[in-house]
């Protein structure tokens, strides 16, 4: 009955911060962004999210792309260690693999770049391992 709806309430709450979080990735300023990733690395660490992931997968792939393209340093690894997760979230099928294969070279392309900062390389190296295990079915 009422543990229920309440249950029901509270995880609509959860999915309107999310959603918000998502909007905030494309905003103009990078702290705003910045903010956006940490409370997305946060939600996805600690709760399974999988329904509401999987909703909104390329709006997220769109947005983390964006992040790891234009943006520098701190965000370009939070971009990552968000990857990561989302790819955990997703798991090895083949909604995972589409995130992963979509932006895998960005990954690559953010690990070899010598202009990159060293936190963000490693964000993107761990992101590149994990996903490649988590969810390259067969990549060659």
Do not use: H, W
């Amino acid at each position: 009955g009422s543990e229920a709806a309440a249950e029901q309430i509270q995880e609509e709450e959860v999915e309107d911060r999310l959603k918000e979080q998502v909007d905030n990735l494309l905003d103009k300023s990078a702290k705003t962004r910045q903010v956006a990733l940490q409370s997305l690395r946060l939600a996805f660490s600690s709760k399974t999210l999988s329904e509401f992931l999987l909703e909104r997968r390329l709006t997220l792939t769109d947005c983390l792309e964006k992040c790891l393209k234009k943006g520098k340093g701190e965000e370009q690894a939070l971009a990552g260690t968000v990857l990561t997760l989302l790819c955990l979230q997703m798991g090895s099928g083949p909604e995972g693999e589409e995130v992963f294969r979509s932006l895998k070279p960005l990954l690559v392309s953010v690990l070899t770049d010598s202009t990159a900062t060293t936190g963000a390389r490693q964000s993107c190296a761990t992101a590149l391992g994990m996903c490649c295990y988590i969810a390259a079915a067969d990549l060659k």
